[in-house]
């Protein structure tokens, strides 16, 4: 066992938006995590350590205790089902919307509708909101297939620019929540190692600050 916290975070965008705030902090990982095949790195910061995982792997990592802290989109976070995290802080980075799309607004037709998206919570939550009667169908990556293959009506995902929805003749038709990137805690860790993780916990605040 270390005594060293462990930070995990996503993959992808959000590790590369991350790793600015790591140096501010004084926390950048002292391995280059584009070349090493080390899963847990050292860094700046004789207390922290990261690992780098599966967007969809961090809160997991975070509820069981296995990582004390995580960096992870509030898209995932929205689908999550049990407990044993806090989410302490918006980190305002990798910002983009959740939306529902499809071919052409206002067009759908009476029947009852198919939808596409990786997020079948947030879509089953936003539809009963809309007292709509809707099939999702799960998938995994490339949604805006469904509604070009006529596998779907609609798809559910997140836009940031909005060029694969047009590159796709694909139209934005809601827009149901804001995303970003959330710094989370383990429940207990934060009581446990309350001092060392609110030192950590400060220094995100004022990285964010700066930018
Ligand atoms: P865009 O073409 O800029 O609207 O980006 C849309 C594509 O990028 C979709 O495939 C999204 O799933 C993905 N995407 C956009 N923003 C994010 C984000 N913050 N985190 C993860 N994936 C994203």
Known sequence: MTDKI??????GRILKETIPLLERMGMAPVEDLGKTRKLLIDTENPDVRVVVIRATDVPTYVQYGAADLGIAGKDIL?????????????????????????K???????????????????????????????????????????????LTDLIVDLVDTGNTLRANGLQPIDHIADISSRLVANKASLKVRFDTLQAVISQFRNAIAEI
């Not at 689908?79 to 919307?97: P, Q, T």
């Open 6 to 11: 462990t930070l995990a975070i996503s993959k």
């Open 78 to 102: 929205m689908e999550l089902e049990g407990d044993g995290l806090y989410e302490v802080l918006d980190l305002g980075i990798c910002k983009c919307r959740l939306m529902l799309a499809g």
């Open 104 to 150: 052409q607004a206002g067009t759908q037709s009476g029947g009852r509708l198919r939808v596409a998206t990786k997020y079948v919570k947030s879509a089953q939550q936003y539809f009963a909101q809309q007292g709509k009667q809707v099939e999702i169908i799960k998938l995994y990556g490339s949604m805006e297939l469904g509604p070009l293959t006529g």
